[in-house]
């Protein structure tokens, strides 16, 4: 009886912690509930997790949800994808690529991968390829290669490191997006192109390559270890 308190009043003091002023006092308590897991737990990590400002502690929060059990974790994240606050979808899409647990699939919508916000959009896509089903994964990367273009020089990066995630099945959607008549669009497909076939390559120095094919007219790499002729 008295360990059952301890550990109940344990939990209670490491749950007031993560509302501290403190990000260091947040990452120990994060830390602490990590290490030793309590499904009582789960819902005021989500819940800190919508609203905590510091990225480190946030990582944290994650990591202490994976370690507790799928069955709990899972249903709670899925129910996050649906709030209003862009930092809650966004953090629940890290937390469900780092759990791993494809159930959770069916939850990356298409309005996730082409969530306004920029960060729940990049969240989205590094969670769908990670949790993709083999036989889903050409049309996953259709649905990216629609992104193609969009954003700035770190969106960008994001979609096409997650479009060489999907390895070959990204190749037929980038292959066909490297011929758009919109220049912005055929040069990210064509860097990304690249980035598969040569993974070291400099992905600014892909695009920048890949502006002067377009400028110059050409059709750019068709694939990984293929040249356009």
Do not use: N, Y
């Not at 209670?12 to 990452?27: C, I, K, N, P």
Request: aromatic share 2%; charged share 25%.
């Amino acid at each position: 009886m008295a360990m059952a308190k301890q550990q109940v009043t344990e939990v209670t003091r490491a749950l007031g912690a993560l509302e501290d002023d403190s990000a260091s006092v947040r990452l120990r308590a994060a830390l602490a509930i990590g290490t030793t897991p309590d499904p009582r737990c789960v819902d005021k990590l989500v819940e800190r997790c919508a609203v905590e400002p510091a990225f480190l502690v946030r990582d944290m929060l994650t990591w202490a949800l994976t370690r507790h059990p799928v069955s709990v974790t899972v249903p709670r994240l899925l129910g996050e994808l649906r709030a209003e606050r862009a930092q809650a979808r966004s953090q629940a899409l890290h937390t469900l690529s780092k759990i791993g647990d494809r159930q959770a699939w069916p939850a990356i919508t298409p309005a996730l991968l082409s969530d306004a916000d920029e960060e729940v959009a990049r969240s989205a896509w590094r969670a769908a390829v990670v949790l993709v089903p083999e036989e889903e994964k050409d049309g996953l990367a259709a649905r990216l290669a629609t992104r193609l273009g969009r954003g700035g020089q770190q969106t960008q990066l994001s979609l096409s490191r997650a479009l060489v995630a999907l390895g070959e099945a990204g190749v037929p959607a980038l292959a066909s997006a490297a011929t758009d008549a919109e220049p912005r669009v055929g040069a990210h497909a064509m860097a990304t192109l690249r980035l598969l076939r040569d993974p070291d390559a400099g992905f600014e120095s892909a695009i920048e390559e890949a502006k002067r094919v377009v400028a110059l007219g050409g059709s750019g790499p068709q694939g990984p270890g293929r040249e356009g002729h």
